[in-house]
């Protein structure tokens, strides 16, 4: 892939996907626990999605702001955690 035809944001959030891992494990051979072997007959055969240029960084401006959002909630869940832990410890039994 070329820059003109493929944000590397894109693809890096492409092969993270879950989807894109079904494909890699489902090829991946040997006995090794940590290295696996893929042939690049295997590799050429993945399905990629490849929407248009402006697409992909649309999506990964929406990829980014999701990201944005769980980080936020999981630091107010964490927030909220402790608080809830502070008041249990202070009320007195």
Do not use: Y
Not at 23 to 49: H, L, Y
Request: aromatic share 4%; net charge negative; with cysteine.
């Amino acid at each position: 892939f070329t820059e003109d035809k493929a944000s590397s944001g894109f693809m890096e959030a492409v092969l993270k996907s879950r989807t894109m891992r079904n494909q890699i494990e489902s090829c991946a051979t040997g006995t090794g626990g940590a290295m696996k072997n893929i042939s690049q007959d295997n590799i050429r055969s993945f399905v990629v999605p490849l929407p248009p240029l402006k697409k992909q960084l649309d999506l990964l401006e929406e990829l980014e702001r999701g990201t944005i959002i769980k980080t936020s909630l999981e630091s107010a869940m964490n927030a909220a955690a402790m608080l809830q832990a502070t008041v249990i410890n202070s009320i007195d039994l």
